[in-house]
């Protein structure tokens, strides 16, 4: 008998240490995904019939602002009949958006993808049924009068509140509503520009905050479909065709580099410019509805000056990847660009930002044509647009995507993430935030992109629990424990309680001894007595501290004691304190520098 009890426990330890691993997993996805993957492909068509609706209202807009007709017809605004009275355009265009603005929503003002972190972040991925409506309109109204934005932004915006209505319509938890939000905006990206691969990549490094299935899944099922339902309407793609074979050599990896560190040092330039603007509007001593309309008279003398630095721009992109554009012209279209742009965002009028950045950065890459090497007409335009987005809005892979996409070229990978990353790297040294964020670090919220493994996940219970652990016996009684937790010498608020053979029977606290007075108990009781019955809460020394959480939010307690699974003596004791340890314990691991090996001398025969 005095074997067979030791082999029992054994055996049943074992069996519960195989189920708890069994349990575990590379991920914590369930088989709700697939519901969520269908609410996911509603939402990709709605994005592409979203992203549409954009590009139309741009079009309409555009036309009936610079040439005084209805239609969808795509004409240059150079050929507008306006002549100098274009410059009001832009002033009738900010003040539209900023009266929509101030009587509609707040939430329409930027390019779009700050306020969509927020919703995720703070506002339980809740965005409402005005800014679905009016984001795009406002964006198309301030692009539409020739403002120097993109319509990606809005249309990720618009996608999102399309995403985060529908999930608000479903009995879903906020994670599933933040990932249909997220699936919106993916598809709003596919749409305008044809690149899903770029749009779930980006959805991954800057709007989802995790990587996980539950999330990447139906992301990824909306912007498939929507690049399906894009091609089926004949929709160009890719939007930007690109080709040239590109010699992979030690000077041309030196040239990407530069390139990468080039347009990094723009990114950092714009992205101060752009908030410099807008702390100028702050101090201005008028409403904030004006500003878009002040914005609007930079726009239409910058218009003045370089016709082709308005509007969306499309079509410089073509030109520059077509090499259509001398380093002389596109020093005067990045200058012009980069001003009106920065004065009509800091503005806060509606638009995006991802043309912008990609007609800068091209005119940067046309510019240092002058002093690289020869290679294809416009390669050197499309590794500076690339890295020029990847550095400012601080995901380098989904620019590389993006680009591959936009052009169809596979040939230019390599250089393009050699570029993106070195650009990355030059921003991410020289400022806290980029663009994106720094927006809503403003507004209070401190935001952190660095994605990693849980330490709770890896560490076990035995590697930061307490071994000397101060006990109470069975045999004291319920008069003596009263006594023993009010004396001054006493360290802690609760101790476990042990048999003679060091089995633990449960853990004393103040309010368990307040409880049985108040229930009449005995003061002779001993507290065998007392806990008979009692099934107390408890760790074991090789479960992993992220299970051991969940049990002491559980239980409701800020320790627990830690029993040996065969045998039930107490081990060790854990609590918050401990937990708070493996914070610290990560810190110093990310800090410390220890050479474990150190090179020795060779010892030569016969040498001095």
């Known amino acids: 008998m005095s074997t067979t009890l030791p082999q029992s426990r054994a055996r049943g330890a074992a069996h519960a240490l195989a189920e708890g691993i069994r349990h575990l997993g590379d991920f914590t996805t369930s088989p709700r995904v697939l519901l969520i993957s269908g609410f996911a492909v509603v939402t990709g068509s709605a994005g592409v019939l979203a992203g549409l609706g954009l590009l139309a209202l741009i079009r309409v807009a555009t036309n009936l602002a610079y040439f005084g007709r209805f239609s969808l017809t795509d004409l240059p ?43 995720i972040l703070l506002g339980r991925s809740r965005l409402g049924l005005k800014v679905a409506i009016l984001k795009p309109l406002s964006s198309a109204i301030a692009i539409g009068s020739g403002g120097p934005f993109g319509a990606e932004g809005p249309i990720i915006m618009t996608g999102g509140a399309i995403g985060s209505l529908l999930a608000q319509l479903l009995p879903v ?66 939007l930007f065709p690109f080709s040239g074979e590109i010699a992979i050599t030690p000077i041309g990896l030196g040239c990407w580099v530069l390139i990468g560190l080039l ?43 370089e016709p082709r630095a308005l509007g969306v721009g499309y079509g410089n992109i073509a030109q520059m990847l077509h090499g259509g554009i001398l380093p002389a012209s596109a020093l005067l279209l990045l200058v012009a660009k980069a001003v009106i742009w920065a004065v009509a965002l800091g503005s806060g009028t509606s638009g995006g930002v991802l043309a912008p950045l990609l007609i800068m950065g091209g005119a940067l890459g046309a510019v240092s044509t002058g002093f690289l090497p020869t290679e294809p007409a416009g390669f050197w335009p499309l590794l500076a647009m690339c890295a020029t987005m990847g550095g400012t809005m601080r995901s380098p892979l989904t620019a590389t995507f993006f680009a591959v996409e936009l052009t169809g070229d596979t040939h230019v990978l390599l250089p393009l993430i050699a570029a993106c990353v070195t650009a990355h790297l030059v921003t991410v040294l020289l400022m806290r935030r980029s663009i994106l964020t720094e ?14 493994v849980d330490p709770f996940t890896l560490m076990r219970v035995q590697e930061v629990m307490a071994t000397s652990v101060e006990t109470l016996p069975a045999t004291m009684t319920l008069h003596q424990v009263a006594a023993h937790l009010t004396s001054p010498t006493t360290r802690h608020p609760s101790f476990p309680v042990l048999e003679e053979d060091g089995r633990m029977l449960g853990v004393v606290d103040p309010p368990a001894v307040l409880a049985w007075r108040r229930a009449g108990r005995h003061r002779r009781l001993t507290l065998r007595e007392l806990l008979a019955g009692h099934r107390p809460a408890v760790a074991y020394p090789d479960e992993y501290l992220d299970g051991l959480i969940e049990r002491m939010m559980a239980a409701n307690v800020a320790r627990l004691p830690v029993v040996g699974r065969t045998d039930g003596r107490l081990v060790g004791y854990v609590g918050w304190k401990d937990l708070l340890a493996v914070r610290a314990r990560m810190k110093q691991e990310e800090t410390q520098r220890v050479v474990f090996h150190r090179l020795r001398p060779i010892k030569i025969p016969g040498a001095r």
């Open 77 to 119: 605004l150079s050929a507008s009949p306006l002549g100098l009275a274009a410059v009001a355009v832009p002033v009738v265009g900010g003040l539209i958006v900023g009266l929509m603005a101030r009587y509609g929503s707040e939430k329409i003002r930027g390019h779009g993808i700050p306020e969509a972190i927020e919703a």
């Open 173 to 238: 938890s906020d994670s599933e509503r933040k990932t249909l939000l997220v699936a919106g905006a993916a598809a709003g990206m596919t749409t305008v520009f044809g690149t899903p691969i770029a749009a779930i990549l980006l959805a991954v490094e800057l709007l989802l905050f995790e990587w996980s299935p539950r999330s990447f899944v139906p992301v990824a099922v909306a912007a498939i479909v929507a690049a399906v339902e894009r091609s089926a309407l004949h929709m160009p793609a890719p």
């Open 263 to 305: 347009s990094g040092l723009l990114s950092g330039v714009l992205t101060r410019l752009v908030y410099a603007c807008e702390d100028a509007f702050q101090h201005l001593p008028i409403h904030w509805m004006w500003w878009p309309a002040l914005g609007g008279i930079v726009v239409g003398l910058g218009g003045l000056l």
């Open 439 to 452: 927006k809503v670090a403003r507004r209070g919220h401190h935001l952190a992109r660095e994605y990693r």
